[in-house]
C-alpha cells in the first residue's frame, strides 16, 4: 500500500463528501504539514466546513526540512508549497494536490501526484464504493470547480455513463 501526503484541498472535499477516512484504507500513511493545519484551523475560524485534524489519528504532521528557493516565487499557499517540499523529501510517496500549478510542478519534478478525483477512482477500484458519480456531484456542490469535460472523463475512467447534471 502507498504511503501519501496530503495538502489542504484533498482533505477538505474527501471530508465535505465523507470520504476522508478512506484514505487510511488506500494509504498506509498520511502526512500533513503544519502549514496545511494552520489552513484548516483559518478556515475553521472562519466558519468553513473543513476537517479537525485531531480527530483524525491516522493523519500524522511532518514538516520538510526545506522549501526549494525556486518555488517560492509561485503563486501557491504555505499548504502546498510545504506539502510539495515534504513530498521532495520522500520521493516514494504519493502527493495529493488539487491545484493545477502545484500539481504540474510537482510532476516536473517526478513526483507521484494525486487530486482528489484520482482518489475517487481508487476508491472505487478497491471497493470501496460502488459509483462515483454521485460523489463527483457532491464535490462540485461542495465547491470544487469541475468542468463538464473533466467530469464524463473521470466517469469514463470509473466505468461509469454520466448521467445528465
Same mark, same amino acid.
Given at each position: 500500500?502507498?504511503?501519501?501526503?496530503?495538502?489542504? /484541498?484533498?482533505?477538505?472535499?474527501?471530508?465535505? =463528501?465523507q470520504? =476522508?477516512?478512506?484514505?487510511?484504507r488506500?494509504?498506509?500513511?498520511?502526512?500533513?504539514?503544519?502549514?496545511?493545519? !494552520?489552513?484548516l484551523?483559518?478556515?475553521?475560524? $472562519?466558519?468553513?466546513?473543513?476537517?479537525? *485534524?485531531?480527530?483524525?489519528?491516522w493523519l !500524522?504532521?511532518?514538516? *520538510?526540512?526545506?522549501?526549494p528557493s525556486?518555488?517560492?516565487?509561485?503563486? +501557491?499557499?504555505p499548504? %502546498? +508549497?510545504?506539502?510539495?517540499? +515534504?513530498?521532495?523529501?520522500?520521493?516514494?510517496?504519493?502527493i495529493?494536490?488539487?491545484?493545477l +500549478?502545484?500539481?504540474?510542478?510537482?510532476?516536473?519534478a517526478?513526483l507521484?501526484?494525486?487530486?482528489?478525483?484520482?482518489?475517487?477512482?481508487e476508491?472505487k477500484?478497491?471497493?470501496?464504493?460502488? $459509483? =462515483? %458519480?454521485p460523489?463527483?456531484? $457532491?464535490? /462540485? %456542490?461542495?465547491?470544487?470547480?469541475?468542468?463538464a469535460?473533466?467530469r464524463?472523463? =473521470?466517469?469514463?475512467?470509473?466505468?461509469?455513463?454520466?448521467?445528465?447534471a
Amino acid at each position: 500500500m502507498p504511503e501519501a501526503i496530503s495538502n489542504t /484541498s484533498p482533505l477538505v472535499y474527501l471530508y465535505r =463528501i465523507q470520504a =476522508i477516512d478512506w484514505l487510511p484504507r488506500l494509504f498506509s500513511s498520511v502526512w500533513t504539514p503544519t502549514a496545511v493545519v !494552520e489552513e484548516l484551523k483559518e478556515g475553521q475560524r $472562519r466558519g468553513f466546513d473543513v476537517p479537525h *485534524p485531531r480527530r483524525y489519528p491516522w493523519l !500524522e504532521v511532518v514538516d *520538510p526540512r526545506a522549501t526549494p528557493s525556486e518555488w517560492l516565487s509561485l503563486d +501557491l499557499g504555505p499548504g %502546498e +508549497l510545504a506539502a510539495m517540499a +515534504l513530498a521532495l523529501e520522500n520521493r516514494t510517496r504519493v502527493i495529493l494536490l488539487d491545484d493545477l +500549478l502545484a500539481r504540474r510542478t510537482t510532476q516536473a519534478a517526478g513526483l507521484r501526484v494525486w487530486g482528489t478525483l484520482k482518489v475517487l477512482l481508487e476508491a472505487k477500484s478497491q471497493g470501496l464504493t460502488e $459509483r =462515483i %458519480e454521485p460523489l463527483v456531484d $457532491r464535490l /462540485s %456542490e461542495t465547491g470544487m470547480w469541475l468542468s463538464a469535460e473533466i467530469r464524463e472523463r =473521470i466517469l469514463a475512467l470509473a466505468g461509469e455513463t454520466a448521467s445528465k447534471a
